[in-house]
């Protein structure tokens, strides 16, 4: 099949693998949390009232998930979570030259073979470099105390559907169009992430091919599980996984890179919308020389990506978080606003938008 064509073939993943079946078991999943929180709420308030309760000021509504969470959705600040605490993790203090946390990284994502797979091959690029910096403008708006650095995330590995000639179900971008996505980044100042898929190969065997970009000081990582087909399977069927032996291999040669060339601190960012997408997150060890984001990628209604927020980043803390913005109103429905992403603790400090 043409690269073209694979691509394009490809970029169907978000219909095909966050399929209705998934849909229906978050909701499922959201359901039970909601009902438990309600059996815990007409527990808490079954005992007796006396004459001295009532002139207690009310008590402030309990926090919740589900779509009829609003306001009160337990992935915000001050909701009622628990989990408010855990955040900020323990970390590494920032060495210099670190994006985060003083920054906010705001990345348009894609490939330019394919106008489906983001927003980074949609539009030709000087239209695209102004709808950047159009997000970058709002963003720095709505929060000054986090300047922005703009990026663009580039899928430098492709998960294919076919084995492809080594077997490995992934397609390696010819360096020729990195280099051309690198150029665009640097007509705005933006840093480049190269983002990789594995397919049935292993971060073992791609990072050392994308070393050559990874040496320069403005090129970051990303590493996507989803596609990391450990079972077998073929990308596209099942979602597939990392573990956190897989991140930490990827943070040691980052952190490798920034040792012997001198870099300023790596970011690696990692993408997550299940459970399983990341097994072992609290063996996830952090490094100094490397920014781990733990990325919340997956699309649907706002309140179902907020529950998955809660579920899978501010459940398992790490160090940085991100949110995933799709463009097209068939994934988001609607687009979260900005000014709520600002609500959610701990606030992502990586937008990225496809």
């Given at each position: 099949?043409?690269v073209?064509?694979?691509?394009?073939?490809?970029?169907?993943?978000?219909?095909?693998?966050?399929?209705?079946?998934?849909?229906?078991?978050?909701?499922?999943?959201?359901?039970?949390?909601?009902?438990?929180?309600?059996?815990?709420?007409?527990?808490?308030?079954?005992?007796?009232?006396?004459?001295?309760?009532?002139?207690?000021?009310?008590?402030k509504?309990?926090?919740?998930?589900?779509?009829?969470?609003?306001?009160?959705h337990?992935?915000?600040?001050?909701?009622?979570?628990?989990?408010?605490?855990?955040?900020?993790?323990?970390?590494?203090?920032?060495?210099?030259?670190?994006?985060?946390?003083?920054?906010?990284?705001?990345?348009?994502?894609?490939?330019?073979?394919?106008?489906?797979?983001?927003?980074?091959?949609?539009?030709?690029?000087?239209?695209?470099?102004?709808?950047?910096?159009?997000?970058?403008?709002?963003?720095?708006?709505?929060?000054p105390?986090?300047?922005?650095?703009?990026?663009?995330?580039l899928?430098?590995?492709?998960?294919?559907?076919?084995?492809?000639?080594?077997?490995?179900?992934?397609?390696?971008?010819?360096?020729?169009?990195?280099?051309?996505?690198?150029?665009?980044?640097?007509?705005?100042?933006?840093?480049?992430?190269?983002?990789?898929q594995?397919?049935?190969?292993?971060?073992?065997?791609?990072?050392?091919?994308?070393?050559?970009?990874?040496?320069?000081?403005?090129?970051?990582?990303?590493?996507?599980?989803?596609?990391?087909?450990?079972?077998?399977?073929?990308?596209?069927?099942?979602?597939?996984?990392?573990?956190?032996?897989?991140?930490?291999?990827?943070?040691?040669?980052?952190?490798?890179?920034?040792?012997?060339?001198?870099l300023?601190?790596?970011?690696?960012?990692?993408?997550?919308?299940?459970?399983?997408?990341v097994?072992?997150?609290?063996?996830?060890?952090?490094?100094?020389?490397?920014?781990?984001?733990?990325?919340?990628?997956?699309?649907?209604?706002?309140?179902?990506?907020?529950?998955?927020?809660?579920?899978?980043?501010?459940?398992?803390?790490?160090?940085?978080?991100?949110?995933?913005q799709?463009?097209?109103?068939?994934?988001?429905?609607?687009?979260?606003?900005?000014?709520?992403?600002?609500?959610?603790?701990?606030?992502?400090?990586y937008?990225?938008?496809?």
């Open positions: 099949m043409p073209f064509a694979s691509l394009r073939a490809h970029a169907l993943r978000h219909t095909l693998v966050r399929s209705p079946l998934l849909l229906a078991t978050a909701l499922a999943a959201t359901a039970l949390s909601a009902a438990s929180l309600g059996a815990q709420q007409t527990a808490g308030g079954s005992k007796a009232t006396t004459r001295g309760d009532s002139a207690k000021a009310p008590r509504p309990a926090g919740a998930l589900g779509p009829q969470s609003g306001t009160r337990l992935a915000y600040r001050d909701a009622g979570s628990d989990l408010d605490s855990l955040w900020p993790p323990k970390m590494p203090s920032p060495l210099p030259g670190s994006i985060l946390p003083a920054k906010r990284i705001i990345a348009f994502y894609g490939n330019p073979l394919s106008q489906r797979m983001g927003i980074l091959g949609e539009f030709e690029p000087d239209l695209m470099l102004r709808k950047l910096d159009a997000e970058v403008a709002e963003w720095n708006r709505l929060d105390e986090h300047p922005v650095q703009p990026a663009l995330h899928i430098a590995v492709v998960a294919q559907g076919s084995p492809g000639r080594d077997g490995k179900y992934r397609l390696r971008m010819d360096s020729t169009l990195i280099e051309k996505v690198y150029g665009w980044a640097k007509r705005r100042n933006a840093v480049l992430f190269v983002d990789v594995v397919g049935h190969s292993t971060l073992q065997q791609e990072l050392p091919w994308l070393e050559r970009f990874l040496k320069r000081p403005d090129v970051h990582l990303g590493i996507d599980p989803e596609f990391s087909m450990k079972d077998g399977n073929k990308p596209g069927r099942k979602i597939g996984t990392y573990d956190a032996a897989d991140i930490n291999y990827a943070t040691r040669f980052l952190a490798d890179l920034v040792e012997k060339h001198k300023p601190p790596k970011v690696l960012v990692v993408h997550r919308f299940t459970k399983k997408g097994t072992n997150a609290d063996k996830i060890r952090l490094d100094p020389k490397v920014q781990v984001v733990m990325h919340m990628d997956g699309f649907g209604a706002p309140w179902l990506k907020r529950d998955s927020y809660y579920s899978y980043i501010k459940k398992e803390p790490v160090q940085f978080a991100g949110w995933k799709f463009t097209k109103a068939k994934n988001d429905k609607p687009t979260t606003p900005r000014t709520e992403i600002l609500r959610l603790w701990p606030v992502p400090l937008i990225q938008l496809q």
